[in-house]
């Protein structure tokens, strides 16, 4: 069973930052075998991809693109969304996701379908 806890979030006004941590942790599986990143899901909206680390890329939607940094921490286990420049359009409830190194989740990121583990969510509101 794999586990994804966030930490971060909160409320900014626009041209703030905030930083998301999500530690993974596992019985039976190795981080190795993940490939880790974020969605985030705004009020009546789908979930959608926003960054992550894949196995020979990185990712970024082209809404965050030149504003969010994807990084990760592997002694500990953690990735981190550093987001920087923040807009109201970024007022969304932000998801950890973790996917199988063997799906086709850590090639193209976006598709919830392909993700094996979720983190809780944490609220990001941005003010204008």
């Known amino acids: 069973q794999v586990t994804l806890e966030e930490s971060g979030g909160g409320s900014v006004q626009a041209g703030g930052s905030l930083r998301l941590s999500c530690t993974f942790s596992?019985?039976?599986?190795?981080?190795?075998?993940?490939?880790m990143g974020w969605f985030r899901q705004a009020r009546l909206k789908a979930r959608e991809g926003v960054a992550a680390i894949l196995t020979t890329t990185t990712y970024y939607a082209d809404s965050v693109k030149g504003r969010f940094t994807i990084s990760q921490d592997y002694t500990n286990n953690t990735v981190f969304l550093e987001m920087n420049s923040l807009i109201p359009e970024d007022t969304a409830i932000y998801f950890c996701?973790?996917?199988?190194?063997?799906?086709?989740?850590?090639?193209?990121?976006?598709?919830?379908?392909?993700?094996?583990?979720w983190g809780q969510g944490t609220q990001v509101t941005v003010s204008s």
């Open positions: 596992a019985r039976g599986y190795l981080r190795s075998q993940y490939c």
């Open positions: 996701a973790a996917a199988r190194r063997s799906s086709a989740g850590c090639q193209v990121w976006g598709s919830v379908q392909l993700i094996a583990a």
